[in-house]
């Protein structure tokens, strides 16, 4: 039901506006009606009390109209058809005293709408272009048909369970009896949005159009045939009892003890699949209540609308930024390739530069690579492909900086070398062209020293893998001026990433902070611990990947590098175990050598796997698990007490998108509030008598301590 936000006012669920401002009608001829979702003032179509009440009193109407007749529902946004729910209006509404009788209200509006449209006589057909998920994709469930359009701007799917909740205006009820119970699992429990043709595989739509033809398919395409029931061997209740088990069964205890609606999902699909819609939607509601007021959800939903405000990334943009268009690559390695790959698959021309003549062919060979899993998966035509590797114009040497309008360099992590790169291309290029370095660790600052234009040289700091990782860092030097931010701020965002912006401080957020847990791991395992158990606690926490195994894949080496930047930098709490130099120096570099912490084939850990119960202590009174998330809630304190970014909230997203910290807990900020300041303070004081003094507090985690204050004002 809930995919979006995307509206200028914040309403309460029950408030109705007067004026039709959100579906329009229109008699094309006796045959023929046209319903046009176009919300005034807003550049997506949701759905909203006032939307839902509309577009009720509309069917009131249509509800008439002989079986002859069609109605062809579109929308008049460029790329959106409708975004869902209302979230900020539900978020509200869970706040309120009364609020369960608020949702349930909301819910059963929805569900008695979109039952209309499935009553009508008419035959009715969804001509959708844009974004359709949540509450929009139920909306069209409720047709006879949907037809999609083949622009890449149109996604179809239900995202709720990203958010913690499920499909509940209708979608686990009509979905499995649409397509059968093992796909609509598929489609509810991934929780991702498809392009059209994903979609029509999986059977949500019925036919593809072209975007220019999709109205006019609409109104002649042959829909004699309306109604269309699954084959029984496809859809009954045993069929749908075996799916339901088979997709538990597939789904790790631990993320079902983390991510409740994923297992609610599945026992509400197994109960509304069969029997009358009416009990169905019962369930739904019932379900939807109960996950609504989990902190999972809660916290899911922050995140949603953080990652929704990132792109404004702490400043006001200014009005007119000139666009960046044209853009330059320097480095030909893993970093370069990935970012090379991404911009030019994004419609980006991309100079792409490297002093070497063999890393520029290897370069080539892996972007191509690059593509080819992108048709192999999908993501792109072979079509699309080929226009992408198009837009890439490999060189040998500098690059041909005066045509850029952005230059991104990732060269090795050797201030020496960067600066060098920098001089030249601050000779070579124009004063409005952006300067960016690819560093994880380095300063822009020093590395701007001594430029003609040092308020030009920004961060910005993609991580690997580029086409998976959603979050970029803006990293602003203490010379680089405003509107260099704010244009790379816009050019972020225009690649589909997450802009935060952070200050010049050494690893500025991710890395600041991801670092001293990193080698808390590494020192536990020079204790006497098993790289397993230490990996095992993290995992049971919610991190997508054990410390360890994080390591192997960054590289033993890369990692090292980073970690005597912050040790240089925070020798007092920033130590680097010997035992991590000790492996670099032997070779021991993680996967790409075969061996690290654990021992690889093929690319794959051969020895990762544990037996018997997690380790619950490390030789002293705090368990592994809280040991390691203390030091990333304390440093992300110090991160926010010194200033590197301004507001708690973009800590916590940066740690999100950039590590996977358990997206569950809204970010580590986020959870000491939730579990109280205090608790952390003891857990550090604790570990710096008994450990090391590399665990002692930061003040502002004292502070809130004493105080009984939180980071977070909500």
Not at 548 to 564: K, M, P, T
Not at 567 to 585: N, Y
Request: hydrophobic letters at 40%; aromatic letters at 6%.
């Amino acid at each position: 039901m809930n995919t979006t936000s995307s509206t200028p006012e914040t309403v309460t669920l029950h408030k109705v506006e007067t004026s039709p401002n959100h579906v329009h009608h229109h008699v094309e001829s006796p045959s023929c009606h046209l319903v046009t979702f176009d919300r005034s003032g807003s550049s997506a179509n949701i759905f909203d009390a006032a939307a839902l009440t509309e577009l009720d009193h509309l069917l009131t109407v249509l509800q008439d109209l002989p079986p002859t007749t069609r109605v062809i529902f579109s929308s008049a946004k460029p790329r959106i058809f409708i975004a869902g729910a209302d979230l900020k209006s539900l978020q509200a509404a869970l706040q309120a005293n009364d609020s369960d009788a608020e949702i349930e209200h909301y819910l059963q509006l929805g569900q008695s709408v979109f039952q209309k449209i499935a009553e009508l006589p008419a035959t009715t057909i969804a001509a959708i272009h844009g974004a359709c998920v949540g509450g929009g994709f139920e909306m069209t469930l409720a047709c006879d048909y949907r037809f999609a359009s083949d622009d890449k701007a149109t996604k179809i799917g239900l995202p709720e369970t990203q958010l913690g909740i499920l499909p509940a205006w209708g979608g686990s009820t009509r979905l499995p009896r649409m397509i059968g119970t093992p796909k609509a699992l598929t489609v509810i429990l991934k929780g991702k949005p498809y392009p059209a043709k994903r979609a029509k595989k999986l059977g949500i739509v019925d036919r593809i159009v072209p975007k220019e033809y999709l109205l006019d398919v609409a109104r002649k395409a042959d829909v004699r045939a309306k109604h269309r029931n699954l084959q029984w061997h496809k859809h009954n209740p045993i069929v749908t009892r075996i799916a339901c088990q088979v997709a538990r069964r597939k789904i790790p205890a631990r993320t079902l003890q983390h991510y409740p609606a994923l297992d609610t999902a599945i026992k509400t699909i197994r109960k509304a699949a069969h029997g009358s819609v009416e009990s169905g939607y019962a369930e739904e509601r019932q379900a939807f209540l109960k996950l609504a007021h989990t902190v999972t959800s809660k916290q899911l939903i922050r995140l949603f609308f953080l990652r929704e405000s990132a792109g404004k990334a702490n400043r006001k943009l200014t009005v007119n930024l000139t666009p960046i268009q044209r853009t330059a690559v320097v480095g030909a390695g893993i970093m370069g390739t990935g970012i090379a790959y991404w911009l030019s698959a994004r419609s980006y021309p991309v100079y792409w530069n490297d002093i070497a003549v063999e890393a520029i062919s290897r370069g080539m060979k892996h972007l191509n690579n690059e593509y080819q899993k992108a048709v192999k998966r999908r993501i792109m035509t072979r079509h699309k492909a080929a226009q992408g590797l198009n837009r890439v114009y490999p060189r040998c040497g500098m690059p041909q900086t005066k045509a850029a309008d952005l230059v991104i360099e990732a060269a090795v992590e050797k201030m020496e070398l960067k600066k060098r790169i920098f001089r030249g291309l601050d000779e070579s290029s124009s004063p409005d062209t952006i300067l960016a370095t690819n560093t994880s660790a380095l300063s822009v600052t020093e590395l701007a020293e001594g430029l003609q234009h040092p308020e030009r040289v920004i961060g910005l700091h993609f991580f690997n893998p580029v086409s998976r990782m959603p979050l970029v860092e803006v990293i602003a030097g203490d010379r680089t001026n405003d509107r260099s931010i704010q244009r790379a701020v816009q050019f972020v965002s225009s690649i589909g990433k997450t802009p935060v912006v952070s200050a010049d401080r050494p690893g500025f957020i991710v890395n600041r902070i991801l670092v001293p847990y990193m080698l808390e791991a590494a020192h536990l395992v020079e204790a006497g611990e098993d790289p397993k158990q230490i990996d095992r606690a993290m995992l049971d926490f919610g991190m997508p990947m054990g410390p360890l195994r994080l390591s192997d894949e960054v590289g033993l080496d890369i990692a090292l590098d980073v970690a005597q930047t912050l040790a240089d930098a925070f020798p007092e709490r920033v130590t680097v175990p010997p035992r991590l130099t000790q492996m670099v120096e032997k070779g021991l570099l993680g996967r790409k050598s075969g061996q690290g912490f654990y021992r690889y084939h093929k690319g794959k850990p051969v020895d990762e796997s544990s037996s018997g119960s997690i380790a619950s202590t490390a030789r002293n009174s705090i368990s592994l698990q809280e040991r390691m998330v203390y030091l990333m809630i304390n440093e992300a304190a110090r991160c926010l007490e010194e200033g590197v970014t301004n507001h708690a909230k973009w800590i916590d997203l940066a740690m999100v998108l950039g590590t996977g910290f358990a997206p569950f807990t809204g970010g580590p900020l986020r959870l000491c509030d939730t579990q109280g300041a205090r608790r952390w303070l003891t857990i550090g004081v604790t570990c710096a008598d008994e450990i090391d003094s590399r665990f002692s507090p930061s003040s502002l985690l004292i502070q809130h301590s004493q105080e009984t204050s939180t980071f977070y004002e909500d």
